[in-house]
């Protein structure tokens, strides 16, 4: 049952994320967040950074294509920092090099200090709000219901109907696993989590990439992370109207968020290239897992070397590097993209390059040599794309 606690863990962790996403909101609408209760809310921001960080250093773990490539764009990001960038990328990688030191040294955060980092701070979380209760108490309306046992039994239906929802995923869609991880294949279709899509749209905006990675990055959601800390200071200097502002911020942010994020769904789903990518990792994912099933297991070398071994993976790979200049193969590249050229316009974009011999996607078939014999010009019509 391997497969059914990892699908557990990688649903509830995305639930995990979504629900705290929820409550921050909820607590900044309800106005949780005011005296007494500035301390408790300061507390939930740093548990929800940590829960952040377990989310980054979990997604390397499995060692695929997908995490490996988007955490390494996690490190360069890390390495912007001002200031103190590089020593922070090399803190974070186990070294100067990306790498395996890179796997070690997350794994020991996600399974050692970031969890133990999450339970202290979880404990101070709720000894504060025991203390000072959820909000503002209001004399004119006495408490409809005792912590114990009413809160108590509907925070466990709640916590039953969200392990149902993460354990039927887990069963019937599972956690997916794409190629192993390879530095010597370039994964173009590398993405963060979904729910980190709004950053990275975010980042590929023309005029946030002219301001560059630090601004993009660290500047902006510094500066939003810093306008929610100050929150509670905001409504006790400003009284209703500062309530108000902070209702709006969130809600505007809450909304930005969702287009983001829907923009990054629409434009990969529409992305040739790289809906390509993905099906060729999620292809040599499910490869390697069949000949890891053969007698000889995983060698120590580790599941990539099989894949580097089977002529199965590597002859779409040689056929693009190699043969994709002229040839195709039924329509593409071998690897499932379409051969491009530069446009002749100006910041236009590429343009699908015309062949100049023969499709191979068929070769050899008696379909392909049947049409040499009665259909001859079509079958050879890419002759009148070369130059020779």
């Not at 005011?34 to 989310?55: C, Q, T, Y």
């Not at 294949?185 to 963060?192: D, E, G, T």
């Not at 968020?257 to 629409?266: D, E, I, Q, W």
């Not at 062949?355 to 079958?379: C, K, Q």
């Amino acid at each position: 049952l391997g497969h059914i606690i990892r699908g557990l863990h990688h649903y509830a962790a995305q639930a995990m994320v979504v629900l705290m996403a929820i409550h921050l909101v909820q607590v900044i609408i309800d106005g949780a967040y005011k005296a007494p209760r500035e301390m408790n809310f300061w507390l939930g921001l740093v548990l929800m950074m940590i829960v952040l960080g377990l989310s980054l250093t979990g997604y390397l773990l499995p060692w695929d294509q997908k995490g490996y490539y988007a955490t390494q764009v996690t490190t360069n990001i890390m390495s912007a920092t001002p200031v103190v960038g590089r020593e922070v990328q090399v803190l974070a990688q186990g070294g100067s090099d990306y790498g395996h030191l890179t796997l070690t040294r997350f794994f020991a955060m996600h399974a050692g200090i970031l969890p133990t980092l999450l339970v202290g701070f979880l404990a101070l979380h709720i000894y504060v709000f025991r203390r000072h209760g959820l909000t503002v108490h209001d004399p004119k309306h006495a408490p409809e219901t005792t912590f114990w046992p009413d809160q108590v039994l509907k925070d466990a239906v709640a916590c039953l109907a969200v392990l149902a929802a993460v354990l039927l995923l887990a069963l019937f869609r599972g956690a997916e696993m794409s190629a192993p991880a390879d530095p010597a294949v370039n994964f173009s279709a590398a993405r963060p989590e979904w729910y980190f899509l709004f950053l990275f749209r975010f980042l590929r905006f023309h005029a946030v990439e002219s301001l560059g990675l630090t601004f993009g990055a660290i500047v902006v959601p510094g500066i939003i992370m810093g306008i929610i800390t100050v929150m509670p200071l905001t409504a006790k200097l400003l009284g209703n109207f500062g309530h108000t502002l902070n209702k709006l911020f969130i809600w505007t942010l809450a909304a930005g968020v969702v287009a983001l994020t829907a923009m990054a769904f629409y434009e990969d789903a529409n992305d040739i290239g790289h809906q390509a990518a993905l099906t060729e990792a999620h292809r040599d994912g499910q490869r390697a897992i069949e000949l890891a099933s053969g007698p000889d297991k995983i060698p120590v070398e580790g599941a990539v070397s099989l894949l580097r071994k089977d002529p199965f993976t590597q002859g779409p790979r040689l056929f693009a590097q190699h043969c994709s200049g002229c040839h195709r193969y039924n329509g593409h590249d071998g690897r499932g993209s379409m051969v491009t050229d530069a446009s002749p316009e100006k910041n236009a974009p590429a343009v699908i390059a015309k062949p100049t011999a023969a499709d191979l996607g068929s070769f050899g078939r008696r379909e392909w040599m049947t049409a040499i014999v009665v259909d001859y010009s079509n079958h050879f019509a890419w002759m009148k794309n070369s130059q020779w």
